[in-house]
């Protein structure tokens, strides 16, 4: 059930699941689920070998499945996130599905089946939800039509793109194993919770799920992909590069994700601007206290 590399990951965080609701096709309820989405952030690998971390969008029902194998997206929801490479057929991608407003998430994996000029069907290979630890609740505008994202590289993180880091409280990293492929999940905490030590992001790593999906990927391929938000201006950071796992060394020290930046685009206007009060998960707000 597990690669290697999640193997490993549970080893050096102390514990070993024998087990995890992880299935081949899509239940039913995650096909509903991804129905009803105007958003969905979705991973790939590009030429370079670094995987990729966007958010796609559209109006509710651009991500569709057409059965419990296939999930069906909009093909015109691509020109929504300028980066992504060409998507052809055998490529692996991720998809996580995410509805703020109750803390729902469900995740998929696979490979392309086919590219059309209406649609992308991703043949799902992995399909399982997430516990809503650290998500933030918050209600997101409905969708509306932006034109096409500016993209705007940087050569190294100036301070627009560091006073975003300090003030995220959200986060998207997309890693990829060696065998399975593509994959993205959802990282949240407090404002704060993503530093900078040295040149190099520091992301703390909050207990989860115990699948150890994304630091097994990493414990076998290092390079990742972070797209971090910025919900109430509508900006972004897409940043590429190099995770190393540091492993807490004496009890009540918490993992962290160092993360050299190789690669780094802002996006000033890649939502619709929000500006909406935010509930933060109780999980996040003990983190707080704890703080």
Known sequence: MFHSGERLAQQKAGF???S????????????????????????????AGYPVAAVLQGEPGFVQATDENHLRIATASL????????????????????????????RVNGTIASVTPDF??????????NCPKYIQRRILPEHQLLRQPEREPLVALDADARYLIAAADTCFIASR???????????GGPPGFIGMTQGKL???????NRYMNTLGNLLLAPRCA??????????????????E????QKEGEERCLLIAPEKIVRFRQLLPAAGLAVEFAASTLAVNKKG
């Open 16 to 18: 070993s699941p024998e």
């Open 20 to 47: 995890a609701a992880i299935y081949t096709a899509m239940p039913q309820q995650h096909q509903l689920f991804y129905a009803g989405l105007s958003q969905f952030y979705f991973s790939t690998i590009d030429a």
């Open 202 to 208: 520091a992301i703390v790593d909050y207990a989860g």
């Open 226 to 243: 972070l797209l971090i938000m910025d919900f109430h201006q509508g900006a972004a950071l897409h940043i590429q590069g190099t995770a």
């Open 79 to 106: 020109t929504t996130f300028p980066g992504l490479p060409a998507l052809r057929p055998g490529m692996t991608a991720g998809g996580l599905g995410l509805d703020f407003s109750n803390r729902r998430r469900n």
């Open 177 to 187: 194993a060696p065998q399975q492929g593509a994959d993205i999940s959802h990282r």
């Open 120 to 129: 992308v069907t991703l043949a799902v290979q992995e399909s399982f939800g």
């Open 245 to 248: 796992l540091v492993w807490p």
